[in-house]
C-alpha cells in the first residue's frame, strides 16, 4: 500500500488505518455502553487495546526477522510484523480485553465487548483496504462484510433491528465507495511511459533503463544519509536475490546528486553486501524526471515500459514480492 507524502515527510499509511480502526472500535464500544455504569472504564481498555496491538504489531517483526532487527534496529520503525503481525497482534489484544473485563463482569460479557471492538476494528481496517489498495480482493470483500454483520448482532437487541442495521451499513459503504473512487486517483504518472534514462553503475558502466524492456523492473530511488533507505536495504537485498532467475530486475538509483561523493556510495553498497544493480543519478536529472522529492521512493515498471504502482517510504520484501506479481 503507498504511504502518503506531505511535502518531504511521509506518512505510514498502513498505520494511520490500523491506528483509526481501533480509534473506531473505542468509539463502537462507548456506542454499545451507553447507559452502562462501566462505560469509561470498559472504553479505558479498549484504549489500551489499541496501543497493544499497535506495539505487538510492529515488534513482532523481531519474531520474524530477528537478524535484520538486530542489524537494523530502526527497521522496527519502519516496518512490521505484516500479516502474520496482524493476526498476532489481534490475538493478543483480543485475549487482554476478553480477560480485562471477565473477572468484573464474566464471560459472556466479555465476549461481547471484546467481540465489538474487534470487529469494529476489522470492519473499519477492511474497508480502507478495499478504498486505498488496487490489490483488495475477495478476502478483503468478505472480511469487511463478516465484520459489518457480527456488529450489526452485537449492538442491537433484536434480530430485526440487527438486520436493518446491517442494510444500512452496507448502503452507506458502497455509497462511499462509490464516491472515493471517483475522487481520489493514483499519482498522475502511473499509466503512463516510465521516463527512459542513461547513467553509470558503480563501475562506470552505462546502463539505460529501456534495456530492461519486456521485464517488470522495480525502481528504487534512495540516498546512503537517509536512515529510511538504510533500514530498507536489507528487503532490497532479499528481494533481488528471490527474483534473479525470474523476469523481474530491481534497479537501485542514488540520488548521487545530494551525496557527498559517489566514492561515498559504492563503500557503503560494500559495506552492506549489496549485489543489486546501483546507478549513480550524478546531475538529479532522473529524479525531477520521477518527481522524486522524499526517499525511498518505489516504482514498478511493467514489462511494456508503463509505470503501474508507486510506493513512498519504506518498502518491505513482502510488498515489493506482492507488487512483482505479473500485472493481468
Known amino acids: 500500500m503507498a504511504n502518503l507524502q506531505i511535502g518531504t515527510f511521509v506518512l505510514n499509511i498502513e498505520l494511520l488505518i490500523y491506528f483509526i480502526a481501533g480509534i473506531a472500535g473505542v468509539l463502537i464500544v462507548r456506542y454499545r455502553d451507553r ?38 534496529p530502526l527497521s522496527l520503525v519502519f516496518f512490521s510484523g505484516g500479516l502474520r503481525g496482524v493476526w498476532l497482534a489481534s490475538i493478543i489484544s483480543l485475549a487482554y480485553l476478553f480477560l480485562r473485563n471477565y473477572r468484573p463482569d464474566g464471560s459472556r460479557e466479555a465476549l461481547k465487548v471484546a467481540g465489538t471492538w474487534g470487529a469494529g476494528m476489522a470492519a473499519v481496517s477492511f474497508l480502507a483496504l478495499i478504498l486505498l489498495d488496487d490489490s483488495s480482493g475477495t478476502v478483503h470483500y468478505v472480511g469487511f462484510a463478516m465484520a459489518v454483520v457480527l456488529l ?11 438486520s436493518q442495521s446491517l442494510g444500512i451499513l452496507l448502503l452507506v459503504a458502497m455509497l462511499g465507495f462509490t464516491i472515493f473512487d471517483g475522487t481520489v486517483g493514483q499519482s498522475a504518472r502511473v499509466d503512463q511511459a516510465a521516463p527512459d534514462f542513461e547513467l553509470r553503475d558503480l563501475d562506470g558502466n552505462t546502463v539505460r533503463l529501456s534495456d530492461y524492456r519486456g521485464k517488470t523492473v522495480v525502481l528504487n530511488f534512495w540516498a546512503t544519509w537517509c536512515r529510511v533507505c538504510q533500514a530498507e536495504m536489507p528487503h532490497l537485498e532479499r528481494f ?9 530486475v530491481l534497479l537501485s538509483v542514488n540520488a548521487t ?8 556510495v559504492g ?23 520521477y518527481a522524486v522529492t ?22 518491505s520484501y513482502e510488498t515489493l514480492m506482492k507488487a512483482a506479481r505479473p500485472i493481468r
Open 294 to 315: 522524499a526517499y525511498p521512493t518505489t516504482y514498478i515498471i511493467d514489462p511494456s515500459g508503463t509505470l503501474r504502482n508507486q510506493y513512498l517510504g519504506a518498502t
Open 152 to 162: 450489526a448482532i452485537l449492538l442491537q437487541s433484536t434480530s430485526k433491528i440487527a
Open 240 to 248: 533481488y536475490r528471490d527474483q534473479q532467475d525470474r523476469n523481474v
Open 267 to 289: 563503500k557503503y553498497a560494500n559495506q552492506e553486501g549489496l549485489s543489486f544493480p546501483i546507478v549513480l543519478d550524478e546531475s538529479g536529472e532522473v529524479l525531477r524526471d
Open 35 to 72: 447507559n452502562h455504569a462501566e462505560r469509561e472504564r470498559r472504553a479505558g481498555r479498549a484504549w489500551n487495546a489499541v496501543f497493544l496491538w499497535i506495539i505487538v504489531w510492529k515488534a513482532s517483526l523481531m519474531l520474524f526477522d530477528f537478524q535484520g532487527v538486530i542489524r537494523h
Open 257 to 264: 546528486s545530494q551525496e557527498r561523493s559517489d566514492e561515498l
